[in-house]
């Protein structure tokens, strides 16, 4: 859905978003210090940013950010809790902060939650089915299909990337996230749900084709 910029000097920080991240659907660029955080600044939809940091701390970046990048979301992440650094923090010109230690799931929160209030839109489709990420709707022949928040990051991982197999093992780490545990069973439930929903005959798809011994995918055009 967007191309996120996490810069952190601990790779265990950087390891877990970039997972976390990438399930979610994103692109996902990494650096360890201020300075090679700030040559990536103008590439990206939304930074994740650490407030200590060497070369460059987060809130010098913040300051590059809205002097050079002002619609470009921020969010702050550090250790420092007290109720004077996260004013500090937000003045500075931070959209959103989280104290660490924090749950990944949290940060993806106030992710999602920054990219809807920017309006990062994306819409596609084919064959009658338009798909728009932003407003999170799925409209097939001009009517809305209901879909569960699963169902539809199951939907647009597929049809964001026609023509490409995903392994049940993919889908698994991308939609379900990387702590999931259960079967790939899900994974198979779920598309048979989509098929129902999209009218969608397996024998002759016009929208997700089985890959038999490896996973499913998408039909192009």
């Known amino acids: 859905m967007a191309n996120v910029l996490v810069v952190d000097d601990d790779p265990a920080v950087l390891e877990i978003l970039t997972a976390y991240l990438l399930a979610e659907g994103h692109e996902v ?3 360890s210090d201020g300075v090679e955080g700030e040559r990536l600044l103008g590439s990206v939809d939304l930074a994740i940013l650490d407030w200590m940091l ?7 970046l913040t300051k ?3 002097e050079r990048y002002p619609q470009l979301p921020v969010l702050l992440l550090t250790a420092r809790g007290e109720e004077e650094d996260r004013v500090r923090g937000l003045r500075t010109g931070a959209d959103d902060y989280v104290v660490k230690p924090f749950s990944p799931r949290e940060v993806m ?5 920054l ?5 990062l839109k994306e819409v596609f489709g084919q064959q009658g089915l338009e798909i728009d990420t932003a407003a ?9 299909v209901p ?5 539809f990051d199951l939907l647009v991982t597929l049809a964001r990337h026609p023509g490409i197999v995903f392994t049940r093992d993919r889908l698994l780490e991308r939609v379900w996230g990387p702590e999931f545990i259960g079967t790939e069973r899900v994974v198979d439930v779920n598309i048979q749900t989509l098929r129902r929903k999209l009218g ?4 002759s798809p016009k929208f997700i084709e089985t890959v038999r011994g490896v996973g499913y995918r998408f039909r192009g055009e």
């Open 54 to 60: 060497p070369g460059a701390t987060g809130l010098d």
């Open 109 to 113: 929160a106030r992710v999602g939650a």
């Open 200 to 203: 969608d005959d397996p024998e």
């Open 29 to 31: 660029q990494t650096a």
């Open 115 to 119: 990219l809807r209030r920017v309006g």
């Open 136 to 144: 999170r709707t799925v409209t097939l022949a001009g009517a809305e």
């Open 147 to 151: 879909f569960s928040r699963t169902e």
């Open 64 to 66: 590059t950010v809205r």
